[in-house]
């Protein structure tokens, strides 16, 4: 994992595509958790893991794998990022399935849902990970078709994915959702991206509530500035070249640095948490 005193620099670039392609990236996120020793807490699970190509989903695919999880990895279009998250997985000794398609669409995540089916026989874990931002200065600025993209994306792809699964969730089985620090501190040029994390807050303390009889547990995790293929694909050079310096760390934090909160969620260290969010932001204190 990340070393927590490392500060590497990161130099001005930018990508136009959304969400991003991690082999475009300098220098690379840390995502391959080499340091984690896994301990077999998940072994025998299956897990599907949503923007799971790159990044955070990344790293939680592949820590998953660690501990023993077969995965099955739902992303875009970034085909050469997925094969890569695809190996390390299998270099760990598990299988992986990789899935293209866009979870904005309810009948591909009823598909990821299916593929998943017929290749493991079961479901254990959903991670409900894929997002996309799109800075704006102004709510002026944020066009009708801007603001149905990021919801689809963002929070109804939830909606989809877990009604598609849910009939294959038995008791044990744990829906995990990425929110973030600017569902609780707001943020003044992703307007449409924060309010769309604040709506995950909520749909993972309802849908906790709504799930607990049936012994499914529901959490999230917040993550707070992360250097991954999203922050060039949104943002100017300049910015990115400052991305993360305000954090009490003083730094980005790293994927391999917010995966483990993802794996306790998972595992059974967590089985009296539901309904309850994680924030590992570099030291910003939350109330949360």
């Known amino acids: 994992m990340a070393n927590q005193e490392e500060k590497p620099p990161i130099p001005p670039q930018?990508?136009?595509?959304?969400?991003?392609?991690?082999t475009a990236m300098m220098p690379r996120p840390k995502a391959e958790m080499q340091d984690y020793k896994g301990s077999g807490k998940l072994l025998g699970k299956v897990a599907l893991v949503t923007g799971g190509d790159s990044g955070i989903g990344r790293a939680v695919a592949i820590g998953y794998a660690k501990e023993g999880a077969n995965v099955v990895i739902a992303y875009l279009d970034e085909h050469e990022d997925a094969k890569e998250t695809q190996r390390h997985v299998e270099a760990a000794g598990r299988d992986c399935v990789i899935i293209a398609?866009?979870?904005?669409?309810?009948?591909f995540c009823s598909k990821m849902i299916d593929t998943a089916m017929a290749k493991f026989g079961r479901l254990d874990i959903l991670v409900n990970n894929a997002a996309q931002q799109y800075p704006q200065k102004s709510i002026e600025d944020i066009t009708e078709e801007q603001l149905l993209k990021t919801f689809r994306t963002n929070i109804f792809s939830m909606f989809y994915t877990v009604k598609a699964a849910l009939p294959h969730l038995k008791e044990g089985a744990r829906i995990i959702n990425t929110t973030s620090v600017t569902a609780y501190r707001g943020s003044s040029h992703l307007?449409?991206?924060?309010?769309?994390?604040?709506?995950?807050?909520?749909?993972?303390?309802?849908?906790s509530q709504q799930l607990v009889e049936r012994g499914i547990l529901v959490?999230?995790?917040?993550?707070?500035?992360?250097?991954?293929?999203?922050?060039?694909?949104?943002?100017?050079?300049?910015e990115v070249e400052?991305?993360?310096?305000?954090?009490p760390l003083g730094r980005p934090g790293q994927p391999d640095e917010i995966a483990p909160s993802?794996?306790?969620?998972?595992?059974?260290?967590?089985?009296?948490?539901?309904?309850?969010?994680?924030?590992?932001?570099?030291?910003?204190?939350?109330?949360a």
């Open 14 to 22: 930018h990508q136009d595509h959304q969400p991003g392609k991690e």
């Open 262 to 287: 993802y794996i306790f969620l998972a595992s059974a260290d967590a089985s009296f948490m539901s309904g309850q969010v994680l924030h590992p932001n570099g030291g910003e204190v939350i109330n």
């Open 191 to 207: 307007l449409d991206y924060s309010s769309t994390k604040g709506a995950i807050v909520a749909f993972t303390r309802s849908l």
């Open 242 to 247: 400052k991305f993360g310096q305000k954090s």
């Open 219 to 238: 959490n999230a995790v917040a993550p707070g500035p992360v250097w991954t293929p999203l922050i060039p694909a949104s943002f100017s050079e300049q």
């Open 101 to 107: 398609g866009d979870v904005g669409d309810p009948g």
